[in-house]
Every structure is written in structure tokens, then in C-alpha cells.
């Protein structure tokens, strides 16, 4: 653990001087994060037991992953998921600015990894870097997810934000409420005979990223051949990884809505909606109140509607 924590500040020193103030930005706000968690832990000592069913789903989804690995998958009826196996290693070897995480959790009951780092490298090595299954396809889940550290695939460590996010806002009680009388609008139906054009996008809050050697990122490959329809309208269905956080940040902590998703979308020519699945909810899901009050109407007002 501290030596993570030296790596890192050793490699503070070839960061901009605005990279070092992002940094010390989400130290902040996570510290402050910690000491929720730890006055909630002070005052409710029966944490670890109310969640004692989220730790033996990852230890069981842990079982299921290490098997899938070894080639030995395990029937479909045994209990976990195996998307979440790798959440126990993660949340064990987290980066080295949020190597505080790991401590309050191991308060809150975290149960040990039984993965170590040399198998964890070797099913690495048994993949091609662009998330694709090498070999005889054994590191293919059954339903079909693949197994890599390729970014947003199952074994990218930016999944450890989602697992935090969700176990911090179950501990500390700090969720947004959800509304039950949603509101209705009359959409404008253009002029011409055609009819209204809808662009439909889920999963689409990733942000910028490279994939392979394609020189443009994903999201900007749909979101061009969404605005090459026309379209009157542009609804994002949801998702915006890692867990949803709201704000504006350019690290996870601090916001990923802004940075993944606003900045980079395009409205319809009569305005855009947008609404929530279940990765904005891992994050309180204060997400659902910005995506509702403040990410739509920003959108909207774009379209000039």
C-alpha cells in the first residue's frame, strides 16, 4: 500500500502544475467522502452486517471469475455475477490517490481477494490489448461480456469508482429523491410532411477515449452518425460511465457527466432529452437530479426549444 503511495507522488513530479491542482481537487473531495463513511461507521457499528449480502455476492462473483479464468467455468446456477469478479481485486489494489478508500472499506467488513497479482497478469497476457478473447475464447463469460482491462470491459479498474460510489451512498444515506409525478410536453412537429426524426443513443456517456488505433473515440463516431440523420431530436437513454457522478471535473471523483457527456453532445434541431439507467444511479443518484434540472435544459436550450 505505501508503496503505491510513494509511486504516486514520485510521479507528481511530471504533472502541470494544473494537473497537480486537479489532483489535490479530488483528493479533497474524496477525504471528504472518507469522513462521511467514517461517521457513519462511529455511529451505526452494525454496518458490516447489513452488509454482509453485497461482500459474499463479490467474494461468490470473485469465485465465478477465477474459474472462468482457469479455463473450469462455473455452472449458471452457481450464486454471484461474474461481471462483478473482479470488483474484490480492485477495490484491493485501487490507484494510489485513492488508497485511503481501501481503509475504510476493510472498516465496513471488505472480506480479502483471492486473486493474487501474478494470476491477475497472466490472464492479462492472455488477451489481445483490444478486448477481444484470444485463444480458444475460455475468457468469454457465457452471457457474452469479455474479460480485459481494455477500457470500460470487465476487467478495467475504473469499475472499483461504481463499487465505492454505490457502497458510499448505501452506508452514508445520501440519495437524491426520486420524483413520481414526472412532468409531460407537447413536442413541435415540424412544418414538413416527413414527420419528426428521433436519434436514439444509450450507453453514450463515455467521453474521450481511444479505442485501438482508431483516431476518433467511440462516442464521437456515434454522436456523427446521430447528427448525420438530421434528426429533430436527440434522446441519450443513459449511461455515462463510470458511475454517473455529477459535475465537472476531469477526474472521476470530482464529475464524469460534464467531461463524458454535455461537452461532448450534439442537439437535434428542436432540442434533446436525456434520462437516467442505472449507472447514474451507482451515484446516489445525485446524476439523476443534474441530468433532469440542469443537463436537460442545457441541451434543450442548444436545440433553441
Not at 497476457?125 to 480485459?148: K, P, Q, Y
Request: proline share 7%.
Amino acid at each position: 500500500m505505501w508503496q503505491r503511495l510513494v509511486d504516486w507522488f514520485n510521479n507528481l513530479f511530471s504533472h502541470t502544475s494544473s494537473e497537480i491542482r486537479e489532483e489535490a481537487d479530488e483528493l479533497k473531495a474524496l477525504l471528504a467522502k472518507i469522513d462521511r463513511l467514517k461517521s457513519a461507521v462511529a455511529g451505526a457499528p452494525d454496518l458490516k452486517g447489513r452488509l454482509a449480502d453485497e461482500w459474499r455476492l463479490l467474494e461468490n462473483s470473485e469465485k465465478q471469475l477465477i474459474a472462468l479464468c482457469e479455463g473450469d467455468p462455473l455452472p449458471e446456477s452457481a450464486p454471484g455475477e461474474v461481471e462483478y469478479g473482479p470488483l474484490l481485486y480492485l477495490l484491493h489494489h485501487l490507484p494510489p490517490q485513492w488508497i485511503a478508500i481501501e481503509g475504510v472499506l476493510l472498516l465496513l467488513g471488505m472480506p480479502d481477494t483471492q486473486i493474487t497479482k501474478a494470476p491477475w497478469e497472466n490472464w492479462l497476457d492472455r488477451l489481445e490489448g483490444e478486448g477481444f478473447a484470444s485463444g480458444d475464447g475460455t475468457l468469454v463469460a457465457g452471457n457474452g461480456e469479455i474479460e480485459s482491462l481494455h477500457t470500460y470491459v470487465q476487467l478495467d479498474p475504473g469499475w472499483a469508482l461504481a463499487a465505492f460510489e454505490y457502497l458510499y451512498h448505501k452506508v452514508t444515506g445520501q440519495k437524491s429523491p426520486c420524483g413520481t409525478t414526472p412532468s409531460h410536453r407537447v413536442l413541435p412537429v415540424p412544418a414538413a410532411d416527413n414527420g419528426v426524426t428521433l436519434a436514439l443513443l444509450g450507453d453514450w456517456g463515455t467521453g474521450l477515449w481511444r479505442d485501438g488505433p482508431n483516431p476518433q473515440c467511440p462516442s464521437t463516431l456515434v454522436m456523427q452518425a446521430a447528427v448525420g440523420l438530421n434528426p429533430d431530436f436527440t434522446i441519450h437513454l443513459g449511461d455515462v460511465y463510470y458511475a454517473g457522478t455529477p459535475g465537472m471535473g476531469s477526474s472521476h471523483l470530482l464529475g464524469e457527466e460534464t467531461p463524458k457527456f454535455v461537452d461532448l453532445w450534439k442537439s437535434g434541431a428542436q432540442g434533446s432529452y436525456a434520462l437516467n439507467s442505472n449507472h447514474e444511479m451507482w451515484g446516489g443518484p445525485h446524476s439523476l437530479d443534474s441530468l433532469g434540472a440542469k443537463i436537460c435544459k442545457r441541451l434543450v436550450a442548444v436545440g433553441g426549444s
